[in-house]
């Protein structure tokens, strides 16, 4: 495979103006006939030839303008047509045939279950036609779907309706006209026998705009909570952003066979049925919020991603970072601030530093790929979607809403660049960015350490940052330019926040942003009159690892007076981390030891003080996950940050049992299911009280999980008491866990993302012989080997969810996988190139799990007919 670089960036010799395309669709055999109105760009260098891209297509027909092509008129090759003497101007038609039921690629034209469907972001619509299948090449698309009336009553493409006609034999067609330009990725066409819950919304403008969601019959009543999400989120785009949506109808179609969440097409987005179906009986607390967040990311694109798309796919991030950062507020403003920021932290702490610190590490503006379906990744969404809240956070809310008016204003019906956002937003406020660039341009995770220095009688306190970025694949730390890093801080006195005053501001404040932009750099505050506890990176102001040498008396303070939510569940987690890694240290030298007082005292004043938002208190009382530990130390210590964890979870379960008890009972409701902050706050403490509850449970406690398990109205409850059953080793428990498994299956087995929760569960149970149990899944009727959502559920959590048992000593674990993906890269290499992930993170490991992993590693890189997504994932971490 070759290497794409972003400095070889050239505008598109021709341009294609108009395309229509005609399907006659057939499981084995559909025809694809598209007339292309093609155009040679004035902003390109002249060319004679034509070259478009195509994969796993049969050519049988072309045509230029009136003139058939014959075999001496052009050249196909593996994944591209030549056409080697074109006019300025023309028509081409193209008649190719593919074939969707064999696809099982789940890119460009393919099946899932009965209805056919498309996915074509990045590089899938080349699959199912010869196209210039590039983002910078906009087009206007009209589409015509032909089908069997019976099987495939409904026939959807992009835009809006134009024509639809009976035809012969039983077959029917619909013609779809969408007037706004867009490039090829954005294209859908659907077909299947299904059912529409309908609604609508009236614009700020007072345009009716009919809303539709698609799915299949028995899937009809889980659609309320997307409908009402996408409602909301129209109405929130217009308020925030200023962004009516442009055309007379929105459609959503679920798809249970989807390699990602869900696709933004114009008109017509595609929903993986996990990101769009939602009933309280089947969804669970995590699975509304998930629905609610992707609706409205969705739809955001329709602003940032079609509207204005991007110039080329380095550029990916400019929709997606951007994207995120928008359904991220828009989640904030529905539900609750803190607790969303704690979440997508914790994603960017856990995850998306892993990746940054591994051998995929890559900018938010890649300068290079082999496979750009490698790309979507969490460095591109969500470190993306960080660096847009940076310059939310240095421009302030009015001015950032300048910039973001002036982007889309200039860019409207184009494809943009990194650069032209920036832009943007520098114009607005007159600030210059060009240090801050290297946030898109630098890859890496930046180590901020901050120290400070209380002066009793000058009444200062100086602190003093330092940063720097390790070495990344493509850059070695020294030769990487210092960030432009905004600091928010606060300092906490005895008594809470203290008035600021820095040299540069006359009005005394709580909070300052700090813009760090030395390697070295020290900010004075003065009049403070007292020594204080400073509160950093507030908010996590920037995606950064940051130190600063408290004393754990310190972050007990943050833990109870600081005013920033985000603030205090971090000082909570610091704490938590030290009680871990003491106990690590004691059980590594066999040595006896005791639960930190103060992160105990700590979980006793959280579960007592009733005036705390429940969610703040599940959420301060969670541990660190073991991906989190992990993430701390090298090599990493998979048993004993099992152990130390479980041990911690443990001691604090059982020096406050009764107050959890307590907590429990308080959390109890009689109320329906209803998704709201408060409600879904109280579910999630609630969550947290059984698990520790359960821990070592009592024949009371036991019982109170069982009923929950039985009695519970919604899936939330129903599937914690289960989790909570299945976690639990105690003896007394042996029966319900085994009962719980069974039942849930029973009540559930007709409903496929329920199912996903039963295998997830499993997968992740972490008692010995996982491995065996997770191979008995693969072998259960519930699971489909070809559906991604149950490889994920299975697969991939047992390989990222279950550490102790994926990373046995004996390497099982390693060469499950490798087998998996094996399989998987034949069959959909999306999939399996995304399944590596664990296996590339080998160099943290001890010596001996580095072989394991390496050797499997080697093994797929000696397959011989590798894809290009997987080839390059190996090829890069070994
Ligand atoms: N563009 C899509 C999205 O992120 C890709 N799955 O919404
Ligand atoms: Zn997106």
Redesign the pocket.
């Known amino acids: 495979p070759t290497t794409i670089y972003l400095k070889d960036y050239l505008p598109p010799a021709f341009l294609i103006e108009k395309t229509h395309l005609t399907f006659q669709l057939d499981p084995e055999k559909t025809t694809v006939t598209s007339v292309l109105q093609c155009v040679a760009n004035p902003k390109a260098a002249p060319s004679q030839s034509l070259t478009l891209h195509g994969q796993d297509l049969k050519l049988v027909r072309l045509q230029l303008n009136n003139k058939a092509l014959t075999a001496a008129d052009y050249c196909v090759e593996e994944e591209s047509l030549t056409i080697h003497a074109v006019p300025d101007a023309f028509t081409l038609t193209c008649v190719t045939e593919i074939s969707p039921a064999t696809n099982s690629s789940l890119e460009g034209l393919y099946k899932s279950r009965t209805m056919y469907c498309t996915q074509c972001?990045a590089e899938g619509f080349r699959k199912i036609t010869y196209y210039l299948d590039r983002p910078d090449v906009l087009s206007e698309f009209t589409t015509t779907v032909i089908g069997d009336k019976q099987q495939f009553p409904v026939l959807l493409s992009n835009g809006n309706l134009v024509a639809s006609e009976q035809l012969e034999n039983g077959f029917h067609s619909a013609t779809w006209h969408d007037p706004f330009k867009k490039p090829a990725y954005l294209f859908a066409l659907v077909a299947g026998d299904l059912q529409v819950v309908e609604d609508n919304f009236i614009t700020c403008s007072g345009r009716n705009v009919v809303l539709k969601i698609f799915v299949e019959p028995k899937d009809l009543d889980k659609c309320e909570h997307a409908m009402a999400s996408l409602k909301n989120a129209m109405k929130w785009d217009e308020e925030v952003y200023g962004r009516e949506y442009d055309l007379d109808i929105f459609m959503i179609v679920a798809v249970d066979d989807f390699n990602?969440?869900?696709?933004?097409n114009k008109g017509l987005n595609i929903f993986n049925t996990s990101c769009v179906l939602a009933n309280p009986k089947t969804t669970t607390d995590a699975g509304f919020a998930r629905v609610e967040g992707v609706v409205a990311?969705?739809y955001f694109?329709n602003w940032s991603g079609n509207r204005v798309t991007c110039r080329d796919w380095f550029q990916l991030s400019l929709k997606?970072g951007f994207t995120v950062f928008r359904d991220e507020e828009f989640s904030s403003d529905m539900g609750s601030r803190t607790v969303k920021r704690v979440e997508d932290v914790n994603v960017m702490r856990t995850l998306q530093f892993a990746e940054d610190g591994g051998p995929m590490a890559h900018p938010v503006q890649p300068a290079s790929f082999m496979e750009i379906s490698n790309f979507?990744t969490l460095t591109i969404y969500e470190k993306g979607a960080e660096v847009v809240r940076m310059y939310h956070t240095l421009l302030g809310p009015e001015l950032f809403r300048q910039g973001s008016d002036l982007y889309f204003e200039r860019h409207d019906g184009e494809a943009a660049t990194i650069e032209d956002f920036t832009a943007a937003m520098a114009e607005v406020s007159g600030r210059d960015f060009s240090q801050f660039k290297y946030w898109y341009s630098q890859a890496g995770t930046p180590v901020v350490k901050a120290e400070g220095d209380y002066c009793a009688q000058a009444k200062t306190f100086s602190l003093t940052f330092e940063q720097y970025c390790p070495d990344t694949p493509e850059a070695k730390g020294s030769d990487k330019k210092p960030y432009h890093i905004p600091v928010n801080v606060s300092l906490l006195g005895k008594a809470g926040l203290l008035p600021l005053t820095l040299d540069s501001q006359a009005q005394p404040q709580t909070e300052v942003v700090l813009e760090l932009t030395e390697a070295q750099q020290t900010f004075v505050f003065n009049d403070v009159q007292e020594e204080p506890v400073p509160s950093l990176f507030r908010g996590f102001s920037a995606p950064v690892k940051s130190a600063y040498p408290y004393k754990k008396a310190d972050l007990l303070r943050i833990t109870t007076q600081d005013s920033d939510g985000f603030a205090r569940f971090d000082a909570m987690q610091q704490l938590a981390v030290v009680a871990i890694f003491d106990v690590m240290a004691a059980l590594r030298k066999q040595e006896e030891w005791q639960l930190e007082p103060l992160l105990l005292n700590a979980v006793k004043e959280l579960l007592t003080n009733e005036a705390l938002d429940p969610a703040m208190v599940a959420l301060m009382c969670t541990l660190p996950s073991q991906a989190y530990m992990s993430g701390l130390a090298t090599p990493i210590e998979v048993e004993l940050i099992h152990q130390a964890r479980n041990a911690v979870k443990a001691a604090i379960a059982e020096q406050c049992f009764d107050l959890w008890l307590a907590v429990y009972n308080r959390c109890l409701s009689t109320k329906a299911y209803a998704f709201n902050a408060n409600d879904v706050a109280l579910r999630s403490l609630k969550k947290v009280a059984l698990e520790y509850l359960m821990v070592k449970p009592t024949e009371e406690v036991l019982a109170l999980c069982v009923k929950q398990f039985n009695n519970a109205d919604n899936m939330t409850d129903e599937s914690a008491a289960m989790s909570a059953l299945v976690d639990c080793t105690a003896p007394l428990a042996a029966k319900e866990r085994v009962d719980a498994l069974a039942q849930f299956y029973e009540r559930w087995k007709d409903e496929a993302l329920v199912v996903n929760l039963w295998l997830s569960v499993q997968a992740a149970d972490s008692t010995p012989g996982a491995l065996k149990r997770v191979e008995a899944l693969l072998k259960h009727p519930a699971y489909d080997s070809a559906n991604p959502n149950k490889i994920r559920s299975v697969v991939s959590v047992f390989c990222n969810q279950n550490a102790v048992n994926f990373h046995a000593i004996d390497g099982s674990g390693y060469v499950f996988l490798a087998d998996q993906i094996l399989v998987l890269n034949k069959q959909n290499p999306q999939i399996a190139s995304r399944l590596l992930g664990p296996l590339t993170k080998w160099q943290k490991y001890d010596v001996n799990r580095q072989g394991l992993m390496r050797e499997q590693l080697l093994r797929i890189q000696s397959e011989p007919a590798l894809s290009k997504d997987v080839y390059e994932v190996v090829a890069k971490s070994l």
Do not use: S
Not at 260 to 264: D, H, P, Q
């Open positions: 972001e990602m969440g869900a696709m933004e990311h969705e694109h997606e979507y």
